[in-house]
């Protein structure tokens, strides 16, 4: 599972479509968590929206992670 220094990592692994992200870890809605932090969640393409927002910065990232409600997976990590 990926940890917040692995940002990078998950970065090259995201544009080779190699990370599983699994949402709404916890029973928590990622998307209504997603709303609270007034960021982007649309319907249609919520996951991918959401990898990106996660992607932009060191704190979005770590922020994402620390919330409990994803878990990114890089393959052979």
Do not use: C
Not at 36 to 59: Q, S, V, Y
Request: hydrophobic share 40%; aromatic share 10%.
């Amino acid at each position: 599972m990926a940890r917040p220094e692995d940002r990078l990592l998950t970065i090259e692994a995201f544009k080779e479509g190699l990370i599983n992200v699994n949402l709404n870890i916890g029973g928590q809605s990622t998307r209504k968590w997603a709303r609270e932090k007034h960021w982007p969640a649309p319907l249609f393409g919520f996951k991918k929206t959401l990898i990106r927002k996660m992607l932009e910065n060191d704190e979005t990232f770590t922020e994402v992670l620390e919330s409990g409600n994803v878990e990114v997976w890089i393959p052979g990590y």
